[in-house]
């Protein structure tokens, strides 16, 4: 419950909290529509939200409402490929040229830095001169994505040859909220 | 070099090598022996035998098909191919398509697929078969070595001598007992062509599980699995789960009351 109290507030932000509360007043509160679609939850927690919907009000209705929503979105992942794929991130992607990604090192070896960005193949950057010591296997970098994977035909070839790399060029370490790259 | 491989293949593990016919030829004239014992019974020799069951009789003797979910594939990233310029027309009926060049595996065929080759992997552990894992992609060398290291069965992931195979008699200068199955995790060797396990096996009658990217050629494994063979996640998973389904096998076979 806790965690769903951190990520709700945290993708609502405080200015849209006045929202939340327009929101709930705006549309009508039907309880018999939000309990017939919770049939797979349990019945302890069923009868424990029917008795909360009762005394809640403004925010806490709201809350209530759209912490079930999310809820309802992890218990319903498919297991059919078709759409796993449909919603993965590599559809998400789109053509890799110029698209900015998250990666981690996982291997330095002199001067490289062997970076590993969720895709099929991993990628090779040069360590750059400024902040030096930061790159280390484990740093989150920021990338741009040129190839998901380097394979062109030769001249006279019938088939392409792959280097069973990605090309992608560093931008730098990745900002976390915590910390700043100086 | 091949004084490390005779100790993988022999004394490390206590495997004695005398014999040379393959288990696969051993088994089946067992089990024609046991058929027939079976076939002939009287009432109260039956009832004693009732215990023991023959696992082929059973789609799924070892439980394999919970070893793993379609889940699981995706999130290791097994349906992520290489480029459309590499695809071998063999992989097409194992394709779901090409996203902007780049290939997608049916994820549908390829769990129904290596369900038949951890099923397969199993039941050749229940024998005591001898599994070979061979992979020559020197990212994933670690990871196959302690697969195998962990399943009690042998590795063979660094550069393929032509000879162990074929010319296993001469090189060990004495008897030896080949590998009753080869599991393959990267059909190709660093010069991207076929790796010289798979035409050897096929000449040796040894049957191979094989990991098929796109371009593989998956026409001379017997059970090939396709799949990313590149990414180490993906590799990691078929490891995890081939030891997963040997050690399955061996378990089984502490469970039967005499042997």
Request: with cysteine; hydrophobic share 35%.
């Amino acid at each position: 419950m806790d965690k769903i109290v951190r990520r709700t507030l945290l993708s609502a932000g405080r200015p849209s909290m006045n929202c939340f509360r327009n929101f709930a007043d705006v549309v009508p509160q039907s309880n018999n529509l939000v309990n017939t679609d919770r049939s797979d939850l349990n019945e302890q927690e069923m009868s424990h939200k029917e008795s909360n919907n009762k005394s809640l009000s403004g925010f806490g209705k709201a809350f209530t409402k759209f912490s079930k929503l999310t809820n309802k979105s992890s218990l319903d992942e498919p297991d059919v490929f078709a759409t796993l794929l449909r919603h993965s991130k590599l559809i998400q992607l789109g053509d890799p040229q110029g698209k900015i990604v998250e990666g981690k090192i996982f291997q330095v070896v002199g001067n490289d830095l062997y970076i590993d960005f969720g895709g099929k193949f991993h990628c090779v950057c040069s360590k750059p001169n400024t902040n030096e010591s930061e790159y280390v296997r484990g740093s989150r970098v920021r990338l741009r994505l040129q190839e998901l994977e380097l394979s062109t035909k030769f001249l006279g070839a019938s088939q392409e040859l792959t280097l069973r790399e990605a090309d992608a060029l560093l931008l730098g370490l990745a900002r976390t909220s915590g910390r700043k790259a100086i | 070099m091949i004084r490390t491989i005779t100790n993988r293949f022999s004394w490390k593990f206590g495997r004695c090598l005398t014999q040379t016919c393959s288990i696969t030829s051993d088994t089946s004239h067992c089990q024609n022996a046991t058929a027939l014992k079976v076939n002939q019974p009287t009432e109260l020799k039956e009832s004693e035998l009732k215990e023991i069951t023959n696992p082929l009789r059973f789609p799924d003797y070892f439980g394999v098909r919970n070893l793993f979910r379609l889940k699981d594939l995706f999130d290791a990233k097994v349906h992520y191919g290489h480029k459309d310029g590499t695809l071998h027309p063999n992989m097409k009926p194992y394709i779901f398509g090409s996203r902007l060049g780049h290939i997608i595996f049916d994820l549908d065929k390829t769990t129904e697929l290596l369900q038949d080759a951890l099923n397969f992997t199993a039941h050749i552990a229940y024998k005591g078969g001898i599994i070979l894992f061979v992979s020559h992609y020197p990212q994933h060398t670690l990871t196959v070595e302690n697969a195998a290291k962990e399943a009690g069965e042998y590795a063979h992931a660094r550069e393929w001598d032509f000879h162990l195979l074929t010319n296993s008699e001469k090189i060990y200068k004495g008897v030896t007992r080949l590998p009753d199955l080869i599991i393959m995790v990267s059909t190709l060797n660093p010069q991207m062509q076929e790796h010289t396990a798979v035409r050897d096996a096929a000449k040796m009658c040894i049957p191979t599980i094989g990991i098929v990217d796109s371009n593989s050629n998956p026409n001379l494994i017997t059970y090939p699995v396709p799949g990313n063979d590149d990414s180490p996640t993906a590799v990691q998973l078929y490891c995890n789960l081939f030891r997963d389904a040997i050690l399955l096998g061996k378990s089984k076979k502490s469970e039967i009351p005499s042997s």
